[in-house]
């Protein structure tokens, strides 16, 4: 995926916590094992594990259950920072969204210019 197509806080900050912490939120509600989060994600196992520690020390996941050797996490709601995080993906979202309808808008008017020159 291209840095121009992503949209949320990976769209606008470059790096994986970016890509975890958007995973993650988009998801939220659902237990993955540190294997799920980091191919979810698009980032490889080692940085996901060089990066846990922050994630954790910031309150930003949270442990929920362990099944069998795999341990599960989820993206913890109640911290204020995650709150925060949370409404800046939906402001970044919705600027990307506004952005690609006008885009859209344009193309569309620019069309429809040109489809009435040819008829003429």
Aim: no cysteine.
């Amino acid at each position: 995926m291209n840095k121009g197509d992503m949209s949320g806080l990976a769209g606008l900050f470059s790096g994986s916590i970016a890509n975890i912490l958007d995973f993650l939120l988009i998801h939220k509600g659902f237990d993955y094992s540190k294997t799920e989060i980091a191919e979810n994600a698009g980032v490889g196992y080692k940085t996901l594990f060089d990066n846990w520690d922050k994630l954790e020390r910031y309150g930003l996941v949270k442990e929920m259950t362990t099944i069998g050797r795999a341990t599960l996490y989820t993206i913890n709601l109640d911290s204020p920072m995650v709150k925060a995080l949370k409404k800046l993906q939906h402001e970044i979202m919705f600027y990307d969204a506004e952005k690609v309808a006008q885009e859209q808008a344009e193309r569309g008017v620019i069309l429809e210019m040109k489809e009435e020159k040819i008829k003429v």
